[in-house]
């Protein structure tokens, strides 16, 4: 029997979300560019681009609406069957996520999907201002994640772990780079292809699912050296 274990990590917002929660409630409710813009073309540092996204939530973002905002969101469907799958075959599931536990808490409770751990920043409320906290910080990492979804992933796991990483945004170049099986869509598709990282491409969580159960029966997943190599350095600069 194979004594490595899993843990999967996975992203949230547009990954187990159909579409990106954390980028659409500015979109409804405040100012969304030219801020997006500027961080992408490196003008201003993730932890900037979202304390000014938040001053630019206006007056409509109100707890009404957005509780009517949430319950119009859709997940994946098929994200149901793998997260009992991960539960019922003892495999530590986690969700890693740079956007925010108001909305993400809200959502797996709709789905009874509560259980699975979950690291994210937060929303703070005080006298009519909303302000982003930001959990992991880590000036040791440089990335498009305020969360720091990679030290959650050394720090989270065993050293002979195998880690899964499940995503599909700038968010998670960093963490995917630390896995040893990557499942990739969109943009973190496109940087596994033009960084040379070996990687699954995938629709929805029924794509990944009929691949790790393969893997899982045949015995076929292992440590990536040039993974552990990266977790290793990242551990010991903490």
């Given at each position: 029997m194979n004594k490595l274990k899993l843990y999967i990590f996975s992203d949230f917002d547009g990954t187990i979300t159909k579409k990106d929660i954390g980028d659409d409630i500015f979109i409804q409710?405040?100012?969304?560019?030219?801020l997006h813009s500027w961080l992408l073309d490196g003008e201003i540092d993730i932890f900037n681009y979202w304390k000014e996204l938040f001053k630019t939530l206006n007056g409509s973002f109100t707890k009404e609406n957005f509780e009517n905002y949430l319950n119009q969101v859709e997940i994946d469907e098929t994200f149901i069957d793998f997260a009992n799958?991960?539960?019922l075959s003892n495999i530590n599931l986690s969700i890693v996520s740079d956007g925010f536990d108001v909305y993400i808490k809200p959502i797996l409770e709709r789905y009874n999907l509560d259980w699975i751990s979950l690291y994210s920043?937060?929303?703070?409320f005080n006298i009519n201002t909303y302000t982003p906290d930001f959990y992991g910080v880590n000036d040791s990492c440089s990335c498009k994640s305020a969360s720091c979804k990679r030290n959650t992933l050394i720090t989270r796991a065993p050293e002979n772990a195998v880690l899964v990483y499940i995503g599909d945004g700038y968010s998670d170049y960093c963490p995917a780079k630390h896995c040893d099986i990557i499942f990739a869509k969109k943009n973190l598709a496109a940087y596994c292809n033009e960084n040379k990282i070996p990687h699954y491409n995938f629709k929805n969580f029924s794509d990944i699912l009929f691949i790790l159960k393969n893997r899982i029966l045949t015995k076929k997943f292992k440590i990536r050296n040039q993974a552990y190599l990266?977790?290793?350095s990242a551990f010991e600069n903490e």
């Open positions: 409710f405040g100012k969304f560019e030219p799958f991960c539960k920043n937060r929303m703070l990266l977790r290793k």
